[in-house]
């Protein structure tokens, strides 16, 4: 599974876009990139994933560059409750074990 | 749905005590995994199991024992505890999605401490 690269912390103001960048230079065809968030100590909570596309669900946008060796997590509007931090991670989407390898995230802090 | 429980919530061990700690799903998945986290970091993967009665070595899996005996539940032994198992652990679970995308859902982890 490929490695992921992510800065290690972020602020935003709030309801502003936050912007969260993610490299995965070595991914293959196969992986899908998925990214999860956890607040506080919970257990981590699935945002969004994309294979090639750029993919909008009712809690992000996520943008895929075109030779996927980068994404863009965007959360629209921030809000104090997105303060977390937020992990992307890449996995093989064909039948196979499904593992995730967590790197350490970005600590977004939304600013009031 | 309860989605994904895990039991104890917390714990305190003495060094060379032992512990299971049981995950347990509602949701039909097949895949099942053991994480732990320690303070600062990601998670890591400790086992995972693709079906019942089978069960597989993920990154860390030292000191730790599976089993899958029900789909539904998926048991994490710790047979002589070390102070260096000191952690959190969470749980999750995910359909077998054969060609599609594959989300796994986590429990609300345990906190262990070993003195």
């Known amino acids: 599974d490929a490695k992921t690269t992510q800065p290690p912390s972020m602020d935003c103001a709030e309801g502003r876009a936050a912007n969260l960048p993610c490299n995965h230079s070595t991914i293959s065809g196969n992986e899908y990139v998925y990214w999860y968030r956890q607040i506080h100590s919970q257990g981590p909570q699935y945002i969004i994933h994309g294979l090639k596309n750029n993919e909008t669900n009712e809690m992000a946008s996520l943008i895929i560059t075109e030779d996927r060796k980068s994404s863009t997590l965007i959360l629209p509007h921030a809000t104090l409750r997105d303060t977390a931090v937020y992990y992307c991670i890449v996995s093989r989407g064909s039948s196979g074990t499904y593992k995730y390898i967590f790197g350490t995230g970005t600590r977004l802090k939304v600013l009031a | 749905n309860a989605g994904v429980t895990q039991t104890p919530k917390f714990r305190v061990l003495k060094t060379g005590q032992s512990m299971t700690l049981l995950c347990a799903q509602d949701m039909n998945h097949e895949y099942m995994y053991w994480y732990r986290q320690d303070p600062g970091m990601g998670l890591r993967l400790i086992h995972y199991s693709v079906g019942e009665g089978t069960t597989a070595k993920g990154e860390v899996p030292d000191g730790y024992n599976v089993s899958r005996l029900k789909k539904q539940n998926f048991l994490l032994g710790l047979e002589s505890a070390a102070p260096s198992q000191t952690s959190v652990y969470f749980c999750?679970?995910?359909?077998?999605?054969?060609?599609?995308?594959?989300?796994?859902?986590f429990g609300p982890g345990t906190r262990l401490t070993v003195l």
């Open positions: 999750a679970s995910s359909y077998k999605g054969g060609n599609s995308y594959n989300e796994q859902f």
